[in-house]
C-alpha cells in the first residue's frame, strides 16, 4: 500500500508538471519568413517563400501594396509557403511581404525580402500565316491581342516565308532578336538592352523566343511552337507598362518594416491608387 501511494504521488507531480507546460502562455513569434519571390501571369501573380521552420507555425499573411513605400494590406492567408493572388491586375505594379503567425495568435515581423510584380497579358497557340500568301492574317497587335493584317497600322510583328527561310519581321521604328532555345515562355523575365537585329527581322526556329521592342515602346515575347511555309504557331507575353522591360518578374530587397502588420487588417480588393 506504501508503494501505491508512492507511485501515485510521482504521476501526480508528473502530470501536474505536463499541465503546466502545455498550458504555459506563449508570446514568442515566429521568425519573418525569407525567400519570398514572384511570378508573374496574366491577371494573376504567384508568391513563394521558404516555409519556417518551428514547430508551432500555424500559417503565413500576405500583404501587398501598390507603392515601394506604401501602406501593405492583407490580401490572403495561406498553411503552405505559396499565395496566388488572383486580385492582380494585368499592367499594375503589386509589392509583398509575408509574415508567419503561430497557434497563440503571435505573428511574425514582414518578410526581409519585398517582392514586386507586374502582371502581363499572354496568349497561347496563336496562328498567323505568311504575309505573301494570307497578308490579313500574317501580322500581331500585342496591345491588342490580336491577328491583324500585315501592313495594318498598328501591326507589332509579321510572319514571312521566303526562299525555305522562315522569318519574323518588325517595322523600322521597332526592334527584334532571338534570345535563344527555351523550354517555355516564362524562362525569359527581362528584355535585353543591346542585341537587336539591325535588319529588323530574325531567323525563326522551333523552341526560340524572341523579344520584341515596339514602335510605341513596349516590351514583348514570344516562342514558337510549330512554322510552317503556310503557318506559324507561337506563346506570347506582353509588358503594359511604357519602357519597362520586365517580361515575367521582378523582386526587390529592403530592411523589414518598422512595424508588425495585424492579422485583421482589411482584405481584397486593394486599391491601387
Given at each position: 500500500?506504501?508503494?501505491?501511494?508512492w507511485?501515485?504521488a510521482?504521476?501526480?507531480l508528473v502530470?501536474t508538471?505536463?499541465?503546466?507546460?502545455?498550458?504555459s502562455?506563449d508570446?514568442?513569434?515566429?521568425?519573418?519568413p525569407t525567400?519570398?519571390?514572384?511570378?508573374?501571369?496574366?491577371?494573376?501573380i504567384?508568391?513563394?517563400w521558404?516555409?519556417?521552420?518551428?514547430y508551432?507555425?500555424a500559417?503565413?499573411?500576405?500583404?501587398?501594396?501598390?507603392?515601394y513605400?506604401?501602406?501593405?494590406?492583407?490580401i490572403?492567408?495561406?498553411?503552405e509557403?505559396?499565395?496566388?493572388?488572383?486580385?492582380a491586375i494585368?499592367?499594375n505594379t503589386?509589392?509583398?511581404?509575408v509574415?508567419?503567425f503561430d497557434?497563440?495568435?503571435?505573428e511574425?515581423?514582414f518578410s526581409?525580402?519585398m517582392?514586386?510584380?507586374?502582371p502581363?497579358?499572354?496568349?497561347y497557340n496563336?496562328?498567323?500565316t505568311?504575309y505573301?500568301?494570307?497578308p490579313?492574317?500574317?501580322?500581331y497587335?500585342?496591345?491588342?491581342?490580336a491577328?491583324?493584317?500585315?501592313?495594318?497600322?498598328?501591326?507589332?510583328?509579321?510572319?514571312?516565308?521566303?526562299a525555305?527561310?522562315y522569318?519574323?519581321?518588325?517595322?523600322?521604328?521597332?526592334?527584334?532578336?532571338?534570345v535563344?532555345?527555351t523550354e517555355?515562355?516564362?524562362?525569359?523575365?527581362e528584355?535585353?538592352?543591346?542585341?537587336?537585329s539591325?535588319?529588323?527581322d530574325v531567323?525563326?526556329v522551333?523552341?526560340?523566343?524572341?523579344?520584341v521592342?515596339?514602335?510605341?515602346d513596349?516590351y514583348?515575347?514570344f516562342r514558337?511552337?510549330?512554322?510552317s511555309?503556310?503557318?506559324?504557331v507561337?506563346?506570347?507575353a506582353?509588358?503594359?507598362?511604357?519602357?519597362?522591360?520586365?517580361l515575367k518578374?521582378?523582386?526587390?530587397?529592403r530592411?523589414?518594416?518598422?512595424k508588425?502588420?495585424?492579422?485583421?487588417?482589411?482584405?481584397?480588393?486593394?486599391?491601387m491608387?
Open positions: 500500500m506504501k508503494n501505491f501511494f507511485v501515485l510521482v504521476v501526480s502530470l508538471g505536463c499541465d503546466h507546460n502545455f498550458f502562455p508570446y514568442l513569434p515566429p521568425a519573418p525567400g519570398v519571390r514572384t511570378l508573374t501571369g496574366d491577371n494573376f504567384e508568391i513563394f521558404k516555409a519556417n521552420l518551428e508551432d507555425v500559417g503565413y499573411n500576405v500583404f501587398a501594396s501598390s507603392t513605400e506604401g501602406r501593405y494590406q492583407l490572403g492567408s495561406s498553411r509557403p505559396y499565395f496566388r493572388d488572383l486580385g494585368n499592367g503589386y509589392y509583398y511581404a509574415t508567419a497557434y497563440d495568435g503571435n511574425s515581423a526581409k525580402e517582392a514586386y510584380d507586374i502581363r497579358p499572354e496568349g496563336v496562328i498567323l505568311d505573301r500568301s494570307v490579313a492574317s500574317a501580322g497587335d500585342f496591345s491588342d491581342y491577328v491583324v493584317p500585315y501592313n495594318h497600322q498598328n501591326t507589332d510583328i509579321y510572319y514571312e516565308y521566303y525555305g527561310n522569318y519574323m519581321n518588325v517595322r523600322t521604328d521597332s526592334d527584334i532578336q532571338d535563344g532555345r517555355s515562355l516564362l524562362e525569359i523575365g528584355a535585353p538592352s543591346e542585341g537587336w539591325p535588319t529588323h531567323l525563326l522551333p523552341g526560340h523566343t524572341y523579344v521592342w515596339t514602335w510605341d513596349h514583348a515575347k514558337v511552337v510549330s512554322m511555309p503556310g503557318r506559324l507561337f506563346d506570347w506582353y509588358q503594359l507598362q511604357p519602357s519597362n522591360p520586365l518578374r521582378g523582386s526587390a530587397q530592411s523589414p518594416a518598422s508588425s502588420p495585424g492579422i485583421h487588417e482589411e482584405a481584397r480588393p486593394l486599391s491608387n
